[in-house]
């Protein structure tokens, strides 16, 4: 082989060189981007499982709490129509005392000044 052979050929792998490297880093860049996409769509879907999950608790929490504010609700009802029926019962009886009470202090003022 000629020197001028030798210098050919070492021309020509240095190009094939050039162009396997351009390859590979076309393909490196490739790989880059779409790693990029799917890490972006992972992240994505995480956020959306994210802000659902949050959602979910939101309204479990919201609806424990409306459960938990009628109950109560309900009780003080009950209370109050117990203590209303217990007021009721006891009028005809304040009433009386409220009265005996009046006519002993009428009775004292008329007898003092009688």
Known sequence: MSRAEILSQLKQTEEEAKVR????E???KQIAAAARKDASGIVEAARSKASADADAKVKKASAEIQAEANAQKSEGEKQAA??????KAKVNAATDYLMKEFEGYVNARTSTHG
């Open 21 to 24: 490297k351009a390859k590979a």
């Open 26 to 28: 076309e393909e490196a």
């Open 82 to 87: 117990a203590l209303k029926t217990s007021a």
